[in-house]
C-alpha cells in the first residue's frame, strides 16, 4: 500500500525524441506527486508535481499525465535533450500537513538521451 | 537564497563506528527530513523533524536517530556502522504545509569498511 512502482528501469531515448516513464500506485490516500531528476553527484531536484483534480500539468517541455481511476501518473519529456540524460524519480505523499517531508520514492529511470 | 547544505560530503568509517550527519535547511524552512539513498533499496524516508520534534520515522532500525535544533539545523546519527549502511545520505527541508516542495541537498557518501 506504501509502494509506487516505476518503469522502465532504464530508458534511451534519441536526441529529439519523447521519452515517457510511468508510475503506479496503491494508497488512494496520496493526493501528492512529484517528479524529481537527480544528476550523478547531485541531490534530487524537483521537475514538476501534480495534484488529483487535475489530469494534465505541463512545464516546458515536462509533462505530467495523472489518471486516478487507474493509479498511475507518467512523465512525458518531449523533444529530450543530451542534457536530459539523468535519473529520474517519481514519488508520492498522503495530504497531510504532518507528512510535508515524508515521500514515498519509485526505483527511479535511468534516462540516456543519445545525440 | 542558499539551498540545503550537508557536511560532510564525503567520510569513510569502519564497522562499528559511529557517524554523525549535518543538515543546514533553506532559510525559514522548519522541517526537515533525512533519506537513505541506495543502488539496491532507492530513495528511503528514514526520519522528519518539524520545530525540533521527530513527527515521522521511516522503518529504520534504533541505530538511526536525529534530532533538530532551534535555528531548524539538523543532525542524524548512526550508530554502530554495518556494511549496509554505506549509502548516499540526503537532507531536504521544506516549508510547512501539504504544498511544501522538499529541497534536497547534495548529500553526505557514506562509506564503511
Known amino acids: 500500500q506504501q509502494q509506487v512502482k516505476q518503469s522502465p528501469q532504464s530508458l534511451i531515448v534519441q536526441k529529439g525524441g519523447i521519452s515517457i516513464i510511468n508510475c503506479a500506485y496503491e494508497?488512494?490516500?496520496?493526493?501528492?506527486f512529484p517528479w524529481y531528476q537527480q544528476f550523478p553527484g547531485k541531490g534530487p531536484a524537483l521537475l514538476i508535481a501534480?495534484?488529483?483534480?487535475?489530469s494534465e500539468k505541463k512545464e516546458g517541455r515536462f509533462t505530467i499525465s495523472f489518471n486516478k481511476s487507474a493509479k498511475q501518473f507518467s512523465l512525458h519529456i518531449m523533444d529530450s535533450q543530451p542534457g536530459d540524460s539523468a535519473t529520474y524519480f517519481c514519488?508520492?505523499?498522503?495530504?497531510?500537513?504532518?507528512?510535508?517531508?515524508?515521500?514515498?520514492f519509485g526505483q527511479g529511470t535511468t534516462l540516456q538521451v543519445k545525440p | 537564497k542558499a539551498g540545503v547544505t550537508q557536511t560532510p560530503r564525503y567520510l569513510i568509517k569502519t564497522r562499528g563506528q559511529q557517524v554523525t550527519l549535518s543538515c543546514s535547511p533553506i532559510?525559514?524552512?522548519?522541517?526537515v527530513s533525512w533519506y537513505q539513498q541506495t543502488p539496491g533499496q532507492g530513495l528511503q524516508f528514514l526520519f522528519e523533524?518539524?520545530?525540533?520534534?521527530?513527527?515521522n520515522k521511516g522503518n529504520f532500525p534504533g541505530r538511526f536517530s536525529g534530532r533538530q535544533f532551534s535555528n531548524s539545523r539538523s543532525e542524524m546519527n548512526v550508530s554502530t556502522l554495518e556494511l549496509g549502511d554505506s549509502a548516499l545520505y540526503l537532507c531536504?527541508?521544506?516549508?510547512?504545509?501539504?504544498?511544501?516542495?522538499?529541497?534536497f541537498g547534495e548529500g553526505s557518501r557514506l562509506t564503511v569498511l
Open positions: 523533524y518539524f520545530s525540533e520534534t521527530q513527527r
Open positions: 532559510s525559514g524552512h522548519r522541517s
Open positions: 531536504a527541508s521544506s516549508s510547512q504545509g501539504a504544498a511544501g516542495e522538499l529541497f
Open positions: 501534480i495534484r488529483p483534480d487535475v
Open positions: 494508497n488512494t490516500a496520496f493526493d501528492y
Open positions: 514519488a508520492a505523499r498522503k495530504g497531510d500537513s504532518s507528512n510535508t517531508g515524508k515521500l514515498i
